[in-house]
């Protein structure tokens, strides 16, 4: 087991399955890099990133890494992401206290939505970030994963009815340097629904990331909800695997 701090190393670890560890290779960038832990194993990798309240844990490795790694984790508890695989490796280490099943879904064939003129995506700002939680409260499900500084990064798009936000898109990493980005924060107004605008804020986002050089787009989405799924699968998403994520605990016994 090694800690690891090599950037060049764990980009060839993470790039062994770059759709799996697309957030990760994010986290390599400054600013977020110094607040990551990276362990090692063989080949494996485990990631606890410190800069948000969840602590998520991200782990790439086959099952016997995997229970090497989380088992020589000091973290008490986190938010885990793990693929089906790994799942019987973590059980008796970590125990999740809820079991999301999701799907990661990645651009393959970029179909544009584009909307009628009064649905044209506009550019936003973070002087638009209360406008966006104002969108977010008007119905359960929006925001989770929301924070003001995530539209630092220049790529969420909106778009306005009598000069409200009714539909919103983002991204919650972008990174130039490894040419991924993961989108999020897409959310439309319970009254607006039914209109493709969710559809057309993600096509606005994606041609955005595109324009800038952004080779790997993804995003994810519950595995139950099929709605959103073909919505994506509109603009040229396509299911890639599903994982499983939610909040986690040490099992006492496994305690280093």
Request: hydrophobic share 45%; charged share 20%; net charge neutral.
């Amino acid at each position: 087991m090694t800690k690891l701090s090599d950037k060049a190393e764990i980009r060839r670890r993470l790039n062994q399955d770059r759709e799996w560890s697309l957030y990760a290779l994010a986290d390599l960038d400054d600013g977020l890099f110094e607040h990551c832990d990276w362990l090692g194993c063989g080949d494996g990798l485990a990631l606890v990133f410190h800069a948000l309240a969840i602590r998520p844990i991200f782990v790439i490795g086959d099952a016997a890494a995997t229970r090497e790694l989380l088992a020589a984790l000091p973290e008490t508890g986190g938010y885990l992401n793990l693929k089906p695989h790994q799942l019987d490796a973590a059980r008796g280490v970590y125990e999740f206290r809820q079991l999301h099943e999701m799907r990661r879904m990645l651009l393959a064939d970029f179909q544009p939505r584009v909307g009628a003129a009064h649905s044209l995506p506009q550019a936003l700002t973070r002087d638009d970030s209360g406008a966006i939680e104002r969108l977010f409260e008007s119905g359960h499900g929006g925001g989770i994963a929301f924070a003001p500084d995530q539209m630092d990064n220049g790529f969420f798009r909106g778009i306005r009815r009598g000069g409200e936000l009714v539909a919103a898109a983002g991204a919650h990493v972008v990174s130039r340097n490894e040419g991924v980005a993961g989108i999020g924060n897409i959310f439309t107004h319970p009254e607006f629904r039914g209109q493709g605008l969710a559809q057309i804020v993600t096509s606005a986002v994606v041609a955005a990331l595109r324009a800038a050089g952004i080779e790997t787009i993804g995003l994810n989405v519950g595995a139950g909800n099929v709605a959103a799924a073909r919505a994506y699968e509109r603009v040229g998403f396509r299911t890639c695997f599903r994982y499983y994520e939610g909040p986690a605990v040490r099992v006492a016994a496994s305690a280093p």
